[in-house]
């Protein structure tokens, strides 16, 4: 597992390093173009004053050149890798317009007639790495994922020896050691008990709330959470062989297959790369056809190929995720994906993991029944407590709290013993109770009233007093009070909604019925999450999951969107697309309607940046020369400023929508 990290940690090195290259670039090219504009003729003009000097078109001629190479080099060798992929776009309508400009202006400099195109190419370049770093700090939080993964494991382990026991570091265990796990630590590697038996606390590897009874012969799952009790431990699975491993190894190649989907901006450069080579081919020919000179038809040429990449276009998308990123964050929701984000509009069905997302995953004191009218609810409830407070079972520390809720009390207990797997027994005030399972009373034979079995999401312990039942105590998991609502307005705004649990059938059932769901997945295991998903995709569903714990990683990253609840464990969070910060399902709605809004701007910033292309380019190109009219490369350059400036205000106009006006 550590390589697999290590290639991480540099992938992710590797991205920060590209940002930091980017901010330097952007940098010193700015500081470069600030002569380049001073001595350029129309900003001159424009700002009223004069100012030149003998071979100053030489001085900015240098100047330009570290411009190009230095600033445009990202740009020239991406035109390089997309074309050897034959899939032209961003970079290569960049590239083409830089390289057009640099080389028309060098031959105004040295002898052709005409207006160079400098200041033109300074502040392209410019604009060009301030989109691109804005765009890749954007995304860098995204990768830290399978970091927080192998984090779940600790970095030592009590190993047994003959001699006594010996702390090792992880990599040093292998299959067959024994190791001991102390009250509270990390579980070291998967394995099975050989001796000891305590609660184990599985919920950030499987999602369950209730802690887990383990005993001599069960497995353990590396990475989970031991509770009371000391366990010594055989180590079957150490290294890749962990589940927790072969979790990040599917993480990593969900993750690797979905960052393939394609940019919109992207796809607009790419079409109008092909316009701009064609037309401008077009142009030059076309004007040497008619007899006009060399001269003539390359200004034509160059400045329609120049004016063709719009400043706009670098700026359109990155503008809007910028201000969607921020917007999100201060109401939330953390993007950590882009692509999935602006696909949010493309949802169809969204599945929600059970525990800890539509439920709280924490197991309260739902309802106390009395069955022989003796000592009542609290009476019950009072007895139950007494014992359990020996107790290390969660269901025992939930009867606990809720007697303290009720300010009942706490008797003390003697004669405690644990009846494995069954329940508790006690004397309290001189009686001897008993605290027991369903499944204890039918062993003992032992009639009652009520509905014997746990279902419904409900879980119920038994008082008895000798053998008669005094009474029951149920537990449940509590639904969120906003599940409802969030499900109501995902399907008002036609999408599906299913749930996926590790629980039994009637427990699932429960819950998706008092919630009104379309569908159900119960009784489904951690590695099982991500078939479902697929199964729904399989029928053709844009699919959003969202979950809390390690266990739905893979199903996070398999779903066409992954969104994290935020009281879920790291893990879930980093490979997740989306992170909820409150553990709010309306934030759900909140966010699918957002991405509208977010692909919406995006879209309209689009059309901007590209629209004046569609009457800038015939004009320079000298369609209505006939008439007098051409467009001079100075004014084909303002044009192209004044859709940055739209396009840079239409971002800003972007807002989050209340899932309220959702349900309205």
């Known amino acids: 597992m550590n390589h697999e990290h290590h290639d991480h940690g540099d992938h992710l090195e590797h991205h920060r390093m590209m940002i930091r290259d980017f901010r330097l670039r952007f940098l010193v090219t700015i500081v470069l173009t600030l002569p380049v504009l001073a001595l350029s003729s129309l900003i001159q003009q424009f700002l009223g004053f004069s100012f030149g000097f003998p071979g100053d078109g030489y001085v900015v001629f240098g100047v330009a050149t570290v411009i190009f190479f230095y600033g445009g080099k990202p740009f020239l060798t991406g035109m390089r890798d997309e074309l050897a992929d034959r899939n032209p776009g961003m970079m290569t309508l960049i590239a083409v317009a830089i390289a057009v400009a640099y080389a028309y202006s060098a031959a105004v400099t040295f002898g052709l007639e005409g207006t160079p195109f400098y200041w033109e190419l300074a502040t392209l370049i410019a604009i060009m790495l301030a989109g691109h770093w804005i765009e890749m700090a954007s995304v860098v939080g995204a990768s830290s994922a399978l970091e927080k993964l192998a984090e779940l494991m600790p970095s030592t382990a009590h190993r047994k020896t003959d001699s006594g026991i010996e702390d090792v570091e992880l990599s040093e265990i292998s299959d067959g050691d024994i190791v001991v796990i102390k009250p509270g630590e990390k579980i070291p590697s998967d394995g099975v008990i050989t001796d000891g038996a305590s609660y184990v606390d599985e919920s950030m590897l499987t999602g369950e709330s209730r802690p887990v009874r383990k005993e001599v012969g069960d497995q353990l799952i590396g990475g989970s959470v031991n509770g009371d009790g000391s366990v010594e431990l055989k180590v079957e699975g150490s290294g890749e062989d962990s589940y927790l491993s072969k979790v990040i190894t599917m993480v990593q190649e969900a993750q690797a297959a979905k960052s393939r989907t394609q940019a919109l901006s992207d796809r607009a450069a790419f079409w109008l790369t092909i316009v701009a080579i064609t037309v401008g081919i077009v142009t030059l020919v076309t004007w040497l056809l008619v007899g006009r000179d060399l001269q003539f038809s390359i200004a034509r040429m160059a400045t329609v190929m120049i004016i063709t990449c719009p400043h706009a276009l670098g700026l359109a998308i990155p503008l809007v ?6 917007k999100s964050a201060q109401n939330g929701l953390l993007i950590r994906n882009r692509t999935a984000f602006e696909n949010a509009r493309k949802i169809t069905t969204v599945v929600f993991d059970k525990t800890g997302t539509l439920t709280y995953g924490t197991f309260e004191v739902s309802q106390v029944d009395t069955f022989d009218g003796k000592d009542g609810e609290d009476g019950v409830l009072k007895l139950a407590a007494a014992l ?3 107790s290390e079972h969660p269901i025992g520390k939930s009867i606990v709290a809720a007697a303290r809720d009720r300010g009942l009390e706490i008797a003390s207990v003697h004669d405690f013993e644990a009846l494995t797997g069954r329940g508790v027994t006690g004397t309290v005030d001189g009686r001897t109770i008993r605290v027991v399972s369903p499944g204890y009373l039918e062993e003992q034979g032992i009639e009652f009233p009520g509905d014997a079995q746990s279902g419904g999401g409900v879980t119920r312990v ?6 008669t039942v005094l009474g029951a105590v149920s537990l449940s998991d509590t639904i969120r009070p906003e599940s409802a609502g969030a499900i109501k307005a995902l399907r008002d705004s036609g999408i599906k909604c299913w749930m996926l649990t590790g629980d039994n059938e009637e427990t699932a059932a429960a819950v998706a019925n008092e919630l009104n769901m379309d569908g159900y997945f119960a009784g489904v295991l951690p ?7 697929r199964e729904l995709q399989d029928r053709g569903e844009y699919v959003a999951m969202t979950g809390d714990g390690v266990n739905d990683s893979p199903a996070l990253a398999r779903a066409q969107i992954g969104i994290a609840v935020g009281s879920g464990t790291d893990v879930a969070a980093s490979t997740a697309d989306i992170v909820l910060v409150n553990s709010n399902p309306r934030d759900i709605t909140t966010l699918i309607l957002f991405g509208r809004a977010t692909y919406r701007k995006m879209v309209q910033n689009l059309v901007w940046a590209t629209g004046y292309n569609v009457i800038a380019i015939p004009l320079a190109a000298g369609v209505l020369y006939g008439a ?6 100075e004014v084909g ?4 400023s004044l859709s940055t400036v739209v396009v840079a205000i239409n971002a800003r106009l972007l807002r989050v929508p209340r899932a309220e006006e959702a349900t309205a």
């Open 388 to 390: 359990e407070s020996r």
């Open 637 to 640: 350059a303002a044009l192209m």
């Open 527 to 533: 590695d099982q999450k991500q078939d479902k998903i």
């Open 321 to 326: 995720v910028s201000q969607s990123t921020t």
């Open 628 to 633: 007098g009219i051409v467009l001079a490369p």
């Open 462 to 467: 038994y008082v008895l007093e000798d053998s």
